[in-house]
């Protein structure tokens, strides 16, 4: 199984984008789907994680009421909707999939940029 994250792009401050990262493969059923971010010069943060199974989702701080994680659990795709960006949102972000109840996310897809401007 691989995830494919898409979606990033440049956008102006209180834009939005929405990320999208699918997961190949026929079976796929994580107990936490995940998105994160790096900043330039930061460390990885989480942004939020949804639930595969009854969709209850967490979102840090910053995002909300800005971002919203859903997911398609037949497409196993999840997407991340972004509004009121800010340009303290500039980042890479980063699906990914906890597979155990360990609490450990050991699959991630690739980085896509998101770059919001003033």
């Known amino acids: 199984v691989q995830l494919q994250a898409s979606g990033g792009g440049l956008v102006q401050a209180g834009g939005s984008l929405r990320l999208s990262c699918a997961a190949s493969g026929r079976t796929f059923s994580p107990y936490f789907m995940g998105w994160f971010r790096r900043a330039p010069g930061k460390e990885r943060e989480i942004v939020g994680t949804i639930r595969w199974l009854g969709g209850s989702t967490y979102y840090t701080d910053s995002v909300k009421g800005r971002f919203t994680i859903s997911k398609d659990n037949v497409k196993n795709t999840v997407h991340l909707q972004m509004d009121s960006l800010k340009p303290e949102d500039t980042a890479v972000y980063y699906c990914?999939?906890?597979?155990?109840?360990?609490?450990?996310?050991?699959?991630w897809g690739q980085g896509t940029q998101v770059t919001v401007s003033s």
């Open positions: 990914a999939a906890r597979r155990s109840v360990s609490g450990q996310y050991d699959l």
